[in-house]
């Protein structure tokens, strides 16, 4: 499978009609533009104002992102287009999803804290999430195992983006500590404990959904198998709940923490994203594998 908007012609896909995929083309083509259009400015003012100060110019392109990665997102996921009502739903729509979640986060936290520093480099992320999601845009599912399905993929994304926003704050939790060992002022930084307890606030919300989602998949799951999916979420479970439970405990902090976030978000990536990729992109398999 060649990295293009190839695939969204499959007579598979779409039921004859280049609607849906047109539709998909153009919003994902809006959201690529406004997020290459953030990431691409530059703030005029200081340093320190840069960081304090909303850049007033990236306000329309990534609303304008914003909205368009939504409705391509939409677009894609929810079938529309389909020859059987279903949905659809691969690797690139989920870290598209994960993408837009985490940039949703972040613009409601801007208006009231300081992250702008951030904002460029969460604009470049995301246009290569939507580009990931139009080349490959997911595979049909007509019908769902149980009516319990559509809830586990629900709870599932939603842990992704708040793993995803706990690994943001991380890094700018790292950064801030580097800074700080480093004797370099922050001007319109936040402080480092209040991004400490943001990130682990983030991490304690993930875990709980993600408990709900593996609890959901088990149980309408007719033949649990210990596959690489399961396997490994379970696994990225048992290393964030163990985050928690040694910063309860022992007071885990600083680097070690963020280590085992890191290792727990990655290992969560590879197993729907990573299995998936692997399925659909190198193996070549469809939906059935």
Request: avoid cysteine; charge should be positive; aromatic fraction near 12%.
């Amino acid at each position: 499978m060649s990295l293009s908007p190839a695939p969204l012609g499959d007579a598979v896909a779409f039921a004859g009609s280049p609607g849906p995929s047109v539709a998909l083309a153009v919003a994902s083509g809006l959201a690529l533009l406004g997020y290459v259009w953030v990431g691409l400015l530059r703030a005029r003012a200081s340093e320190g104002d840069a960081i304090v100060r909303r850049p007033l110019r990236s306000v329309p392109p990534m609303a304008l992102a914003w909205t368009a990665h939504f409705i391509a997102l939409f677009i894609d996921i929810s079938g529309y287009g389909l020859a059987t009502p279903g949905a659809r739903f691969g690797f690139a729509p989920a870290l598209s999803m994960t993408a837009w979640l985490v940039l949703t986060v972040y613009l409601i936290e801007s208006r009231f804290l300081p992250l702008h520093s951030v904002r460029r480099v969460l604009a470049w992320l995301a246009a290569v999430a939507v580009l990931l999601a139009w080349s490959f845009p997911g595979e049909s599912r007509p019908q769902a195992a149980s009516p319990w399905a559509p809830l586990h993929w629900v709870l599932g994304l939603a842990s992704y983006g708040l793993f995803g926003v706990a690994v943001l704050h991380a890094a700018l939790m790292n950064r801030a500590e580097l800074q700080l060992r480093r004797k370099q002022s922050t001007p319109g930084g936040l402080p480092l404990l209040q991004l400490e307890r943001l990130t682990f606030n983030f991490v304690a919300a993930g875990v709980g959904v993600l408990s709900l989602a593996i609890v959901l998949g088990w149980w309408f799951t007719p033949h649990w198998k210990w596959d690489h999916k399961n396997l490994l979420a379970v696994l990225g479970w048992l290393v964030l709940a163990g985050l928690l439970v040694g910063r309860r405990i022992y007071g885990w902090r600083g680097r070690r923490a963020t280590r085992w976030l890191y290792a727990g978000a990655a290992l969560l990536l590879l197993s729907y994203a990573g299995s998936r990729f692997v399925l659909e992109v190198v193996l070549q398999r469809g939906a059935g594998a």
